[in-house]
């Protein structure tokens, strides 16, 4: 379908609906699941829900085929998910140091048996006994070994998460929740970003993606042969119900390596531009929002309210979101996408009106969720249904 098409569907769809506003394709998101699913290897994927944050979508990526469970990135989120009755499987991906949801978590048997929280470190099991006493109930816990790859010297890549890599470490780690009361140890994750979160072919930029292929390559190869000594090692001392690992941009080398019992993925449902560059599978965009124009300044300027909606990490132009139809539009370069107006340049100014819509898609997918308070889900040219994100349920999870 030509980006016209595209358009004209989308506009046609939110016809009655003011400007900003943001949608879900229900098809894009669905053949998306399916494309997560094929790449997956036959092993179920645990959905990351920091990528979604709407119930509603995650009620609907847990019902297709394939997917188990929920990766949870704050204790209270998980929580909430598990009491909405979303899931009774969810991991959190991140050590909390909530002492209100640690509380809330001992005193709810239910919330006990659904939700793991993650460990890497004496330190937070030292806080979570703290915050509910030595005679607390039982805690399923996770640990998380370090992914990333460290080829020469004090060479480091990938992302900064776990101080414990080698089987050694992550031994001792568990033991030490194996002696403390209050911790039943059930899973290990490992999540090598690396690899995952990188696009291994960027456009018009041969060289760079050809230097990240060869990275993530030998940072694989590294990876499963430790990962595996690992797991062997833990599983020598204690039962694991889950060993999980990857990431949407990794799902199936992740499932090449035969110590890992599950896949998380997220971000591939909704498809945001920092997924657009990757060799093996090219998600659709599924969430994209829109903005009206309300000014046309200049000659070949128009400028639309709102936009300013840059995603997390390192500040790059990559992190804007990105104005997709009508096609022919472009940030500033001296303005970029701006607090409550954002100028607009290119071919495409010339048919806009004030009043039109510009639709844009947004770097990484679930940070949509904290700009908007609704989801319009589209299918064809009609809205069927408008669902809350977390924003509009009146939670914020940090």
């Known amino acids: ?198 696009g291994d072919a960027a456009r018009g930029r041969p060289l760079r993606s050809a230097a990240l292929r060869w990275m993530q390559r030998r940072s694989m190869a590294e990876l499963s042969e430790r990962r595996a000594a690992v797991v062997a090692a833990v599983r020598a001392v204690a039962e694991l119900e889950f060993v999980n690992g990857g990431g949407t941009g990794s799902l199936e080398r992740t499932a090449g390596d035969e110590s890992v019992t599950e896949l998380a993925a997220g971000s591939g449902l909704l498809g945001p531009t920092l997924f657009d560059g990757y060799r093996a599978f090219q998600p659709r965009p599924a969430a994209l929002f829109a903005l009206p124009v309300v000014r046309r300044p200049a000659r070949g300027v128009v400028t639309v309210f709102g936009g300013g909606y840059p995603a997390s990490g390192v500040a790059h132009r990559d992190r804007l979101p990105v104005p997709v139809l009508p096609a022919g539009l472009r940030l500033t370069g001296t303005e970029g996408a701006g607090e409550v107006q954002t100028p607009l340049t290119g071919p495409a100014t010339r048919q806009l009106r004030v009043g039109d819509r510009v639709w844009f898609r947004h770097a990484k997918a679930g940070e949509l969720a904290e700009r908007f308070a609704e989801f319009h889900l589209v299918v064809g040219d009609r809205v069927v249904g408008t669902v809350p994100t977390y924003r509009g349920s009146g939670h914020c999870f940090g």
């Open 1 to 198: 379908m030509t980006a016209d098409r595209f358009r004209a569907r989308y506009d046609a769809a939110t016809a009655d609906i003011d400007p900003p506003l943001a949608i879900v394709d229900r098809a894009a998101f669905d053949a998306n699941a399916a494309q997560l699913r094929a790449r997956s290897g036959g092993r179920p994927i645990r959905v990351a829900s920091k990528s979604v944050r709407c119930v509603a979508l995650l009620r609907r990526a847990l019902a297709q085929p394939g997917f188990a469970g929920l990766l949870c990135y704050s204790l209270a989120e998980a929580l909430y998910l598990v009491d909405a009755g979303v899931t009774e499987d969810a991991v959190v991906g991140y050590p909390t140091v909530d002492r209100a949801a640690l509380r809330a978590l001992a005193a709810d048997e239910r919330a006990r048996a659904a939700i793991t929280i993650m460990v890497d470190d004496p330190a937070q099991l030292d806080l979570v006994t703290a915050a509910l006493g030595p005679r607390h109930p039982e805690i399923r816990v996770c640990l998380e070994m370090d992914a990333s790859w460290r080829p020469v010297g004090g060479a480091h890549v990938g992302v900064r998460r776990s101080p414990v890599r080698t089987p050694r470490q992550v031994v001792a780690l568990a033991r030490q929740v194996l002696a403390r009361p209050g911790f039943t140890l059930v899973g290990l994750m490992a999540y090598e970003a690396q690899i995952a979160g990188l």
